[in-house]
């Protein structure tokens, strides 16, 4: 089982913005909160959404795992499932987001490969299509933070294990899901991945 999930929000501006948030700078610290790492759902399973929301959204993010040296080992696709609900709830309070993150079931995972040694991680493309659609389509290109500067941050201060996920961040196109949606999310020409949407 995953122990740690670190996770980092704004890391798109696109996506801050359609969100109503202040974009994150190069020069700015990353934002990052935790998932449960109980909260996987692994490729090919039942996604179930929480009752306590009535607006769970998707955010496709490209998913990294930590290898022995805190380094990267592994490279997946992931949704970070968000109720955005409780979200707004809780920022408007000032409180924490884990609520809103960190529900079961809240990080649906594609299948993980190891890191191909020669794979440019700045040119890295990805897609989720709900029910047949496309609805959000990234680039690693476009992160704020890269995903070695992420890397770094997070093995310098927290207790990473190996093992742990590193989630990157989503693009702008993230929506609301219903039961019965089917979700397939792809790392082109690297992973592919399926999912199913119950109450
Ligand atoms: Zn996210």
Redesign the pocket.
């Known amino acids: 089982m995953v122990r740690n999930i670190w996770?980092?929000?704004r890391n798109y501006s696109a996506h801050a913005k359609e969100l109503g948030n202040t974009a994150q700078t190069a020069e700015s610290d990353p934002m990052i909160f935790l998932k449960a790492g109980s909260s996987v759902v692994q490729n090919g399973a039942v996604v179930t959404l929480p009752a306590f929301s009535k607006e769970v959204n998707f955010?496709a993010?490209l998913a990294f795992r930590f290898g022995k040296d805190r380094r990267f080992s592994g490279l997946t696709i992931a949704l970070?499932l968000?109720a955005r609900d409780w979200q707004t709830k809780l920022k408007n309070q000032g409180h924490p987001w884990t609520l809103a993150k960190s529900f079961s079931n809240s990080c649906p995972l594609g299948p993980m490969i190891d890191l191909p040694p020669d794979l440019n991680l700045g040119d890295l493309r990805f897609t989720l299509k709900v029910n047949g659609e496309l609805r959000q389509k990234g680039h690693s290109h476009d992160m704020v933070h890269s995903p070695e500067k992420l890397r770094a941050y997070v093995a310098e201060r927290f207790p990473v294990c190996e093992g742990d996920l590193l989630?990157t961040?989503?693009p702008e196109g993230v929506g609301v899901l219903n039961p019965g949606d089917q979700l397939e999310a792809e790392i082109v020409g690297l992973v592919k991945a399926t999912w199913t949407v119950r109450t």
Do not use: I, M, Q
Request: aromatic share 0%.
């Open positions: 996770a980092v929000g955010e993010e970070d968000t989630l961040g989503t």
